[in-house]
């Protein structure tokens, strides 16, 4: 079990993420200023933290300085792009406006930590399964009702993604921030060529599966008998 630490001064917000998070399985820690956060970070070591900007004492800024080794999310109401490009460059791994959107928190927490899993242990990976998909994303090797689908790195990688969120949209952005740690050739214009490629090769195996385009957010997969694909 992950633990996450929420550095957030307003009780009722704080409370509020610490019960999503507890729901999705996490481990929470709580600390309410600056001062707090250090003394927490110091002696239990979260796998990643969920940072305010605006706090008593020592401000948000002040406490990612003393971090190492350990990913921050940004969570704060300040929204020009300045300060968040600062802060993305002093070490925190993203940044996310208030008010946000729970799932793609959530979305955005997972991907992190597979970040850091993925660039502290580089062993085999497991083998992913969705429906009747199988997946092994060291070999690229793709399982279909016992038919072999042939990858491409960047497929794997996006097919990757959906399959380890499946209860998840997963927004455009994100994904292509995503993928970009391990495909950095895929660009805005070709994931639609790379989804729409990935889609003709499940269809082609008569996969049960599909890639499903929720409309202004992004991309999920659902079973084809459920709802139609947009």
Same mark, same amino acid.
């Given at each position: ?6 550095? %957030? ?13 507890? =729901? $999705? ?7 309410? *200023?600056?001062?707090?956060? #250090? ?36 969570? *704060?109401?300040?929204?020009?792009? %300045? ?6 460059? $002093? ?20 991907? +992190?930590?597979?970040? $850091? =899993? ?5 062993? $085999? ?9 199988? #997946?092994?994303?060291? *070999? ?6 016992? +038919?072999?689908? =042939? ?48 889609? =003709? ?17 992004g991309f999920k997969l659902s079973e084809k008998n ?5």
């Open positions: 079990m992950e633990t996450i630490a929420v550095i %957030e001064d307003n009780v009722l917000t704080g409370d509020m993420i610490a019960e999503i998070l507890m =729901k $999705e399985g996490f481990h929470v820690l709580r600390a309410y *200023s600056g001062t707090e956060a #250090l003394y927490l970070i110091k002696h239990k070591k979260p796998d990643l933290i969920l940072l305010d900007l605006i706090l008593p004492g020592l401000d948000g800024e002040g406490v990612l300085e003393h971090i190492e080794d350990i990913p921050v999310i940004i969570l *704060s109401s300040k929204a020009e792009v %300045e300060n968040k490009i600062n802060l993305l460059n $002093e070490g925190a791994c993203d940044y996310i406006t208030k008010p946000f959107n729970t799932r793609e928190l959530i979305a955005r927490i997972f991907v +992190q930590l597979r970040k $850091e =899993k993925n660039s502290s242990n580089h062993t $085999e990976e497991s083998i992913l399964s969705v429906g009747d998909l199988s #997946l092994d994303p060291m *070999s690229l090797r793709l399982i279909v009702q016992s +038919q072999e689908v =042939k990858l491409t790195k960047t497929e794997c990688v996006i097919l990757k993604l959906l399959m380890s969120h499946s209860r998840y949209t997963i927004s455009r952005d994100l994904l292509l921030d995503s993928i970009s740690y391990e495909t950095p050739d895929c660009t805005e214009k070709s994931l639609k060529q790379h989804i729409y490629n990935l889609r =003709k090769k499940l269809c082609s195996v008569n996969s049960k599966i599909q890639i499903e385009t929720v409309r202004g957010v459920r709802g139609r694909e947009t």
